[in-house]
């Protein structure tokens, strides 16, 4: 007979400085950013462009998992 493990007691919850809470506001603002400007990007049709994602949404160019700046 399986007997359950017991759950391993939860850690106690860390503050954060604020430079990391400053940080995480930071990023969470980025990529808010650029979901905005992939969904404006993705309202426009393209007439015979490449499937996926819009390479250019980190102001880069993308094709196949490798980036370049312009």
Known sequence: MDVPAAAPPEAPARTLSPAAQRA???????????DAKAAELTGAREING?????????????????????
């Open 50 to 70: 490449r499937g996926g994602l819009e390479p250019v949404r980190y102001d880069d160019w993308e094709v196949k998992g490798i980036a370049s700046d312009f």
């Open 24 to 34: 995480l506001a930071e990023a969470e603002a980025r990529r808010a950013a650029i």
